[in-house]
């Protein structure tokens, strides 16, 4: 195992157990070294996130589409994020176009929630839950 994938290993464990701080900072001090690492990105995305740092998140999020436009899970991760800030039609964009990459029932659960008018509430998962087993 090499230096970069050693300090990865420890972000990620950071992440994990809620070290979100400690985390971003990893992640982005193997960025500097290796800034289109389209996994560390995702998980800075991610870390920026939970931080609830949205706009960071999403910047975070479009570069590795930038790099991998199929990546489903920069599209999955971004379009949950832009869901969070109220960005629905770009969210639901992302969420298409993931699903039309790689089609499942999690991804056609976040459509559902996101086109029905009660998006946010437990019934409505439980419906689009029914609806689509």
Same mark, same amino acid.
């Given at each position: 195992?090499?230096?970069?994938?050693?300090?990865?290993?420890? #972000?990620?464990?950071?992440? &994990?157990?809620? +070290?979100?701080?400690? #985390?971003?900072?990893?992640?982005? &001090?193997? !960025?500097?070294?290796?800034? &289109?690492?389209?996994?560390?990105?995702?998980?800075?995305?991610? #870390?920026?996130?939970?931080?609830?740092?949205?706009?960071?998140?999403? +910047?975070?999020?479009?570069?590795?589409?930038?790099?991998?436009?199929?990546?489903?899970?920069?599209?999955?991760?971004?379009?949950?994020?832009?869901?969070?800030?109220?960005?629905?039609?770009?969210?639901?964009?992302?969420? $298409? $176009?993931?699903?039309?990459?790689?089609?499942?029932?999690?991804?056609?659960?976040?459509?559902? !929630?996101?086109? +029905?008018?009660?998006?946010?509430?437990?019934? #409505?998962?439980?419906?689009?839950?029914?609806?689509?087993?």
């Amino acid at each position: 195992m090499n230096d970069l994938e050693a300090l990865s290993e420890t #972000a990620v464990e950071h992440h &994990q157990v809620g +070290s979100l701080v400690v #985390a971003k900072a990893l992640y982005k &001090q193997i !960025l500097r070294k290796n800034p &289109q690492h389209i996994g560390v990105l995702n998980n800075l995305g991610a #870390a920026l996130d939970g931080l609830g740092l949205f706009d960071e998140a999403i +910047s975070c999020f479009r570069k590795p589409l930038a790099i991998r436009d199929d990546s489903v899970k920069a599209l999955n991760n971004l379009g949950s994020t832009l869901h969070v800030v109220d960005r629905l039609e770009e969210a639901g964009d992302c969420f $298409r $176009r993931a699903f039309e990459l790689a089609p499942s029932d999690g991804l056609r659960i976040k459509l559902a !929630l996101l086109l +029905s008018p009660l998006h946010a509430s437990v019934e #409505a998962l439980e419906e689009s839950h029914r609806v689509l087993v």
